[in-house]
């Protein structure tokens, strides 16, 4: 917005410091100047601010030369709301308010016999240096307030209303031409500003244009009210119109300006002619009153002062005289309980200040921040990790080695996506004021951030692409929110397998390789994986029935992963086949790191020995690995699988395995009776699954 510093300077006489002087003290406090313009001889400097939106007391020339009073220490010439005495009025205007919750407070004072004309005088060259177009001297004095102290106001034809004022909801499709000259249909939610007969303006936006101000006008109602900030941000947004006067109330307007504005409005307009009819009609909403204009005193200590605030230049630190004098000159007023604690009521126009705090940061802020002596905080504690992190760190190095890149992706997720990926039903956590629909819960599990941002690469064709996150899942309800670690894989396209081999088309395989690659990481005392056999488990609604997995270590389900579900990727709008998994990192910290041991070598020849077996479908290799671990046979070293083979010549729902296994002592040669006891063992092992030993 913009500023004049010759207008500041009419509200603080006492001012010395140069235009430039004064732009650099405001910005340093918080009231940035992002640029100033001489205007000339005379007529100073246009400052361009930027006031943020917590500070609408600010927004006017009013709340600027507080501010500019407070830092200078200067006196703040009060506002001249003084008016001829009123003559008594033929009907008096009646107002009443049907909504209370969304209308606080509502005057309305009668002027009459008045004389349109142009601006002249201050007005029409403060509106010329701010390049504002002149409307007519009534008009422009509405405008001309809001610049001053940032209160808006409307000024009616009062011949034009029929009957008096209600400040009610609109009727759903009533109709109102706005004064742009459009005409609106209204909506049930809309606040309007009406006679006994229509709606005369869109309260808090923009009046109407059947009760405008025209050049016959003669007789006038000077509007000044407090409208609920919610209500207008609603209707301004629902109706595309943002007003000088809708950014003032959604942001929260002063309770108690109204009466001083409307007097204020009145004065501009009896200048070219005219009289007062009546005494000001004002209607105020007690619950209002309590909310916003009469709200509690904070307690302030001024040893916190010291204490948060510290040392200043002088080493002394803020002294109980400038936390008195910075905190009145703002508009607070002090009440001494004891020679160092106070009780501070604030003024209405500072609804930003809630509490103590606020006024400490309020002290430092106009006392200059710049003052305060550069020392760094005092730190009696140590920097630690967390129990996991190293685990963690493992995680992290594993996948990286394996060629997968870390990502992070948004806390919150849909709703759709809360419900389809949560790993229990029904404890999902809903936000109290979401941005939007699509981060209206936090997130019950990585997979939906990490399907959005395998789409959008995908949709940029980058096409293979393999990504981890880890990060924090939440469950359980708004009243309690359970917060555990979670790690998601998402993979599409061509994967390499080693520097000197083929890209090739990456597949579920390679997914189960990589989880493989990270629980041997741990030491579990069990470890398997399974299809979701009967009384496994129930497939996640996101993964294809016929192409997933799940890891099982000690019991406990540590992940789910597989090829992503048609479903998800046609709403996804996914073109490619995508594999995702979930692992419940907090349960794969629970076991132990496996400990790296070097072996001795042995010196002894090992001996292979093959053994071929027919299994049912059934008998899984982890059964068949579990069991050959179960000998606790200390030579035999190592086991795997060789050859696989289904089809002629075997019974149905029955395969053929070819299983490679090596036996070696440490410090001798096995003993071919010894070899033939191994043998042996094996091979009733592998029976008592229900195999069948091939010739």
Known sequence: MN???????????????TDRELAEALTL???????????????????????????????????????????????????????????????????SIEEPEMCGRFT??????????????LVAQRFALLQQKLISH????????????????????????????????????????????????????????????????????????????????????????????????????????????????????????????S??????????????EGDLVDVAVPQAVARTA????????????RRLLGVTEDGLGVGQDTTESVLQALGCELQKVTDDRYHVTLPSWRLDLEREIDLIEEIARVYGYNRFANTLPTFAGIVSKTPDAGKEAVVRRTLLALGWNEALSSTF??????????????????????????????????????????AHNLNRNVNDIQLFEMGTVFSGSPERVDERAALSLGASGSVWSGPELPPHALDFYDLKGTVEELVEKFAPRSFYFDTFAAGAGIIPPWLHPGRAARAVADGLTIAWFGQLDSVQLQQRKLRQI??????????????????????????????????????????RWETIAETLRNLCIAELTRFSPREIFRGQGLPAAHYSILIRIVFQALERTLRDEELQSYSQAVIAALESLGGRQRA
């Open 108 to 121: 309305a004072r009668a002027l009459s016999q008045v004389r349109m004309q142009p601006s002249v005088g």
């Open 578 to 619: 995508v594999y995702a998994g979930e692992i419940y990192l907090d349960r794969l910290d629970r076991l132990p790191l496996r400990q790296p041991i070097a072996p001795e070598l042995s010196r002894f020849q090992p001996v292979h020995r093959d053994f071929s077996f027919v299994f049912a479908d059934a008998v």
């Open 413 to 454: 997720c849909s709703a759709t996506d809360a419900v389809t990926f949560a790993p229990q039903t029904g404890l999902v956590v809903a936000m109290g004021n979401p941005l939007n629909e699509e981060a209206g819960m936090l997130r019950p599990s990585l997979l939906p951030g990490m399907l959005t941002m395998l």
């Open 138 to 261: 009534a008009v422009d004095a509405t405008n001309y307030v809001t610049q001053a102290i940032g209160q808006p106001t409307h000024v009616f034809d009062r011949d034009k209303l029929e009957g008096g004022i209600i400040v009610r909801r609109a009727r759903k499709g009533e109709k109102l031409r706005t004064l742009d000259g459009i005409e609106r249909v209204l909506d049930a939610e809309d606040l309007v500003v009406a006679d006994e007969k229509k709606a005369v303006g869109l309260a808090g936006v923009m009046g109407g244009w059947d009760t405008m101000i025209t050049a016959e006008t003669k007789n006038i109602l000077v509007e000044a009210a407090w409208f609920d900030p919610v209500s207008v941000r609603r209707s301004s947004k629902r109706h595309g119109l943002h007003t000088d006067a809708s950014h003032r109330f959604e942001r929260g307007a002063d309770f108690n300006a109204p009466p001083v504005a």
């Open 29 to 95: 406090r918080g009231i940035a100047v992002e640029g100033i313009y001489d205007l000339g001889p005379g007529n100073g400097s246009l400052f361009e601010m930027d006031i943020t939106t917590n500070r609408v007391d600010a927004m006017n020339h009013y709340g600027i030369a507080r501010e500019a009073a407070a830092i200078a220490g200067q006196v703040l010439t009060p506002l001249d709301a003084t008016l001829p005495p009123s003559e008594p009025i033929a009907v008096p205007i009646k107002v």
């Open 263 to 276: 007097a204020l409005v009145s004065q501009l307009i009896l200048q070219g002619g005219g009289r007062v």
């Open 3 to 17: 500023i004049l510093s010759q207008w500041i300077r009419s509200y603080v006489p006492g001012l010395t410091l």
């Open 294 to 305: 009469e709200r509690p005193a904070i307690p302030l200590s001024h040893r916190e002062v």
